[in-house]
């Protein structure tokens, strides 16, 4: 603008920049306590084990990410080669380097039966003599690293690692791999009750339901919460918001909403059973697209060519991963999972299609929340109010250290037809004058402007009741009040 003042007899002018920016106004109030831990993940297979002995920084990578219990699909390298056949090398080429990782105690799923249990079975596989070779299966995986290993034609089998696995997933994905409702309640009830007699200290995760859909939640999570007879310790979900490369960043955004009422969902209906009323929820894969190439086109669109695509790892992923862990965090969730750690510039944390492991802005941003929000310290939501819920994320957390944490995520869109766009700057002015004073405050900035080598360089800036936050797109700001 420019500012004009006359006396009527000389006039000045002066330039005046205003700024229409977006008020949060933080309470002391609490709004119920926040645990979401942020972990990453791992898919092992056959194609693949050669990540460990080829990117031998990779466990360094991890410990420094920090992940809770980091998640091992076992898709491939299915250690029982036939029945009654075993050969662990190829899958702890991958299990026994992530055994000595993070907090060394990562998550087994068991994503899908050795190859002998399908022999002679269509699509409705969960019959009672494959529900007899995978349950023998699985109990034999948890006496391998667990409990002293196990002996098989003359051949004694156990892990190398004094560390055991603690907690197991049943499953991959049952309503994208030919298990039924039913029948998946079949496979747990028969699966479970075998391993806990291998070793009654474990933990087991459910259901991993891949579709994240209204439409999928109905017609599995209801059968399985009033059929299953197990035992249960985690309730599991996917989440991605496309699964093709050509939806619009106001249309990926846009689903993120629908994460945290999906999540409500479930514990709703596990509030059905006793049994199940105080299991969590943990979301054991995320990303912004779930598609992946085959023979050089798209898997979810065939006939479209598929191109790696950067929007897992661009400045639209500092806006949105911080925009679903806040989204999913107050709904309930208290464990949030990257996929994958190792991959591309669509999905991995580290970038291992070029000769080094290269790292990705997506593992700052996941690294940053693991830091700043972490479930071994007791933290609580803060009421706030935000001037532009649609294209601004606040969330304030107390800890029980008497820090707050403040996420200031711009997810705004500059135009509808953007594709991994650069978004659109916001100012938003953070009331914290409720809270009472602090002695500093630590500013952490991801955006496209953050050094993916060597990470965001934090700021101490003075304390102020009112603190204003600029991004100039898409990107998250923490503020730590201390």
């Given amino acids: 603008m420019t500012v004009s003042a006359t006396d009527g007899t000389t006039t000045v002018t002066q330039p005046l920049t205003l700024t229409v ?15 979401e831990a942020m972990s990453t993940s791992f898919q092992i297979a056959s194609y693949n084990d050669y990540l460990f002995p080829d990117y031998p920084n990779l466990p360094i990578l991890l410990d420094t990410l920090a992940p809770d219990h980091i998640r091992m699909q076992v898709y491939g390298d299915i250690p029982e080669t036939a029945q009654g056949t075993w050969d662990f090398t190829s899958l702890d080429t991958s299990v026994q380097p992530i055994l000595t990782a993070s907090d060394h105690s990562p998550e087994f799923q068991i994503a899908t039966a050795p190859a002998f249990a399908f022999q002679g079975l269509t699509t409705n596989f969960v019959n009672s003599t494959f529900l007899t070779d995978f349950s023998d299966y699985a109990a034999h995986l948890v006496q ?13 089998y156990q892990s190398a690692s004094s560390n055991p696995i603690k907690y197991w997933g049943i499953y991959n994905e049952p309503d994208y791999n030919n298990v039924s409702p039913t029948d998946y309640v079949a496979l747990y009830n028969a699966t479970v009750p075998a391993m806990l007699a291998a070793d009654p200290t474990i933990k087991i995760i459910a259901l991993e339901l891949g579709g994240g859909y ?49 999540a409500q969902y479930i514990y709703q209906q596990m509030a059905t059973n006793p049994a199940l ?59 949030l999972y990257h996929w994958s750690f190792a991959g591309d510039v669509e999905f991995g944390e580290v970038n291992v299609t070029n000769p080094t492991d290269q790292l990705q802005l997506s593992y700052w941003v996941d690294d940053w929340l693991g830091q700043l929000f972490p479930p071994s310290v007791s933290t609580s939501v803060l009421s706030a109010t935000n001037s532009d819920n649609g294209n601004v994320e606040v969330l304030a957390v107390k800890q029980s250290t008497g820090e707050v944490v403040v996420l200031v995520s711009d997810h705004a869109v500059a135009n509808t037809t953007d594709n991994n766009g650069a978004g659109l700057p916001r100012t938003v002015l953070v009331d914290l004058s409720a809270l009472g004073s602090f002695t500093a405050v630590k500013q952490v900035t991801l955006d496209a402007t953050t050094n993916v080598t060597n990470g965001p360089t934090p700021q101490t800036v003075a304390y102020a009741p009112k603190m204003q936050v600029t991004l100039g797109g898409y990107g998250v700001t923490f503020l730590t009040l201390q």
């Fill in 21 to 35: 920016g977006v008020t949060s106004v933080v309470s002391a109030t609490t709004n119920g306590s926040f645990t």
């Fill in 214 to 262: 209204a439409s999928v939640d109905q017609a599995y999570i209801p059968p399985f919460v009033q059929g299953v007879t197990a035992h249960v310790d985690v309730m599991a979900t996917h989440y991605y918001s496309s699964c093709n490369q050509r939806d619009t960043d106001a249309t990926v955004m846009a689903t993120v909403p629908g994460f945290a009422s999906d």
């Fill in 277 to 335: 009323a105080n299991v969590p929820v943990w979301v054991l894969e995320n990303n912004v697209n779930a598609d992946y190439g085959e023979n050089g086109f798209s898997a979810c669109n065939p006939g479209q060519t598929f191109v790696p695509y950067a929007r897992g790892s661009s400045a639209f992923f500092a806006a949105w991963r911080p925009y679903v862990f806040s989204q999913l965090g107050q709904a309930g969730v208290q464990a």
């Fill in 144 to 156: 391998y690293y667990n409990t002293g290993g196990f002996t098989a034609n003359g051949t004694h």
